[in-house]
């Protein structure tokens, strides 16, 4: 089924061409935000890549009061605004507020749903209203096939410009596993699929600075199932030095290796595309 294509600046989300939303979990220190969004330009730029700079200025879904959340939301933006001025990228972050969309919809320009709160209908309806592309992350108790739900909440305040992104589903406890049917199913909705490969191998329940909180041997082998399924974006959370991070440091991908983990893939999307035609 061919999907809606979503004009963002120069990206074209739903076309041919592979897509990447990355960069760091939370926004931490700005010398290491600003440091990693250079790597990503450069990566990017040399393979060509269309990317989206993520990072959350806010993160209040953490498992303990303990854990590490965010800047907030005027220091957080900030140092995204920075970012974007200084190396061109489009930006993506969480928004879990209503009270906070219109502020965050000054400065960055795809507004994410957060997976827990993908069904909050006043939130949807509040960021679809703002006309951003609105990214909605797939429920880990959803079935694919009724993301159309949480969709058909922001397309009814007029906005079309939604992307769905795939992020595991819960099995048994704890553990999230990748159906790749999902993929299919959740294109058959008409909006741009990506698939979150770097949330889907985090191990719940055990601290994400452990480094048993997430599995990084699988992430070659998901991205290559997901690419090879016909996604037409990847969301991969990266970071100078992932065991320091302070979110999801045992899930995501040393930016210096990103160049290496993205290359077989772009040759297979390559192979994707030649078969869908």
């Keep these: 089924m061919s999907v809606k294509k979503i004009q963002l600046g120069d990206i074209t989300f739903g076309a041919d061409e592979l897509f990447l939303i990355t ?108 006309g951003k592309v609105i990214n909605i992350k797939h429920p880990q108790f959803l079935a694919p096939e009724n993301m159309n739900k949480p969709a058909a909440k922001v397309a009814s305040t007029g906005n079309d410009q939604i992307i769905l992104t795939e992020r595991g589903y819960v099995f048994g406890y704890n553990d999230l596993i990748v159906d790749p049917r999902s993929f299919y199913e959740m294109r058959q909705t008409g909006y741009p699929v990506v698939f979150d490969v770097t949330h889907s191998i985090r191990k719940y329940g055990i601290p994400s600075a452990d480094p048993n909180g997430g599995a990084r041997q699988y992430l070659e082998t998901l ?36 160049e290496n983990f993205l290359k077989p893939l772009l040759e297979l999307h390559e192979i994707e595309v030649q078969y869908r035609k």
């Design 223 to 258: 991205a290559r199932a997901g690419v090879a399924s016909g996604v037409d974006g990847l969301f991969v959370e990266t970071h100078p030095c992932p065991n320091e991070a302070l979110c999801d440091a045992a899930s995501q991908l040393d930016v210096s290796q990103l």
């Design 23 to 130: 960069g760091p979990c939370v926004i931490e220190d700005e010398s290491i935000m600003m440091r990693t969004a250079e790597q990503i330009k450069e990566v990017t730029t040399r393979l060509n890549i269309p990317t989206v700079y993520k990072s959350s200025f806010m993160k209040d879904n953490r498992s303990s009061v303990d854990y590490y959340v965010g800047p907030g939301i005027e220091e957080g933006l900030r140092i995204l605004e920075k970012i974007k001025k200084e190396f061109g990228f489009s930006l993506i972050t969480d928004i879990h507020f209503p009270g906070h969309v219109d502020q965050v919809a000054e400065v960055v320009d795809i507004l994410q749903i957060p997976a827990y709160l993908a069904m909050q209908t006043s939130l949807l309806t509040k960021a679809g209203k703002t």
